[in-house]
């Protein structure tokens, strides 16, 4: 099958320049990214390592010092494929007096999609990023978590092809990480092309089929999460309660063959895992 490509940047450069056009800042450096259509790729790297500004050059938000970048075949920034993305910026600025549904309906407005289909598309997004009990409040009053649902809710309203996410899971808690990352997942599912940034390590270990790391604005690695994460030269046995006499019958074995056992232990739950166990148990009390 032929490999569809939905981004793809060529040496992509940016120096950010002062008043005057004098070179400041280097952002980003010769960056050579493909990623296919209905892959979840994740843009890793430290504070100010060109996450932010790779992701505005994709939206045409910013110009390239040097380099080229396409979104859906077209060279970024093109209105055309406006239509077709999605966008969650770092922070989203919205109107504070108007409430979800609100602010959705002049979201869903700008990208004339009709009355009834409008209405629809709004009912479903907000149940979708569990905002139904908050849909009528003004978005002044949000928290930081729920600010982040409705900005995710905006950017799913044109039904996008391409999804940029920048930061998905900042100021959500636990459970709001975890009902980020299945959404995330979900969209990948319905074949739409994401594209996310973070520093938060598990939550792109989560949910990403592929990642780069970007360093000073430079590509240190890029590849497929399993491949960069396994480690190739050590095999892991699990065993359901194995008795003192099998285990210790193992252990003879892998001497006599001259095996180094490098590890027995018992597998632990992630903390996230314990977490959502906990309030779950709590819950159903
Ligand atoms: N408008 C700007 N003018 C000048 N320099 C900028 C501008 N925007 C970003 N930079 C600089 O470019 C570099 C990369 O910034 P960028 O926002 O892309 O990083 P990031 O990886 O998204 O970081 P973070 O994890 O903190 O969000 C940083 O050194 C930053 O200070
Ligand atoms: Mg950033």
Not at 15 to 21: A, I, K, P, R
Not at 77 to 106: C, H, I, K, M, W
Request: aromatic share 6%; charged share 30%.
């Amino acid at each position: 099958m032929e490999r569809e490509i939905s981004i793809k940047t060529e040496s992509l450069t940016k120096v950010y320049t002062d008043f005057w056009g004098r070179p400041r800042v280097r952002a980003l450096h010769n960056l050579d990214l493909e990623i296919e259509k209905g892959e979840i790729f994740g843009l890793l790297g430290p504070n100010g390592s060109g996450k932010t500004t790779t992701l505005k050059l994709l939206l045409g938000l910013l110009f390239p010092t040097s380099g080229r970048a396409w979104v859906l075949g077209e060279p970024a920034g093109n209105v055309r494929t406006y239509q077709r993305t999605g966008f969650l910026p770092e922070e989203s600025y919205f109107y504070r007096f108007l409430n979800a549904e609100e602010s959705l309906d002049f979201y869903g407005q700008l990208f004339e999609i009709p009355g009834k289909e409008r209405k629809k598309k709004i009912e479903e997004l907000i149940e979708l990023v569990g905002l139904r009990e908050a849909g009528k409040r003004r978005i002044g009053e949000y928290s930081k978590g729920m600010a982040r649902r409705i900005g995710l809710a905006q950017a799913l309203i044109n039904d996008p092809e391409v999804i940029f996410l920048d930061e998905p899971t900042s100021g959500l808690d636990p459970i709001g990480c975890r009902e980020m990352k299945d959404l995330i997942l979900e969209l990948g599912r319905r074949g739409k092309t994401v594209l996310l940034c973070s520093h938060l390590l598990a939550d792109v270990e989560d949910v990403c089929d592929k990642i780069a790391i970007l360093h000073r604005g430079s590509l240190t690695r890029i590849g497929a999460v399993k491949d960069l994460l396994t480690i190739k030269h050590i095999v892991q046995i699990a065993m359901k309660d194995p008795s003192e006499k099998t285990l210790e019958e193992i252990k003879a074995i892998l001497k006599r063959e001259g095996t180094e056992i490098t590890g027995l232990t018992h597998p632990t739950e992630t903390l996230e895992e314990l977490f959502l166990e906990t309030i779950k148990e709590r819950e159903a009390c």
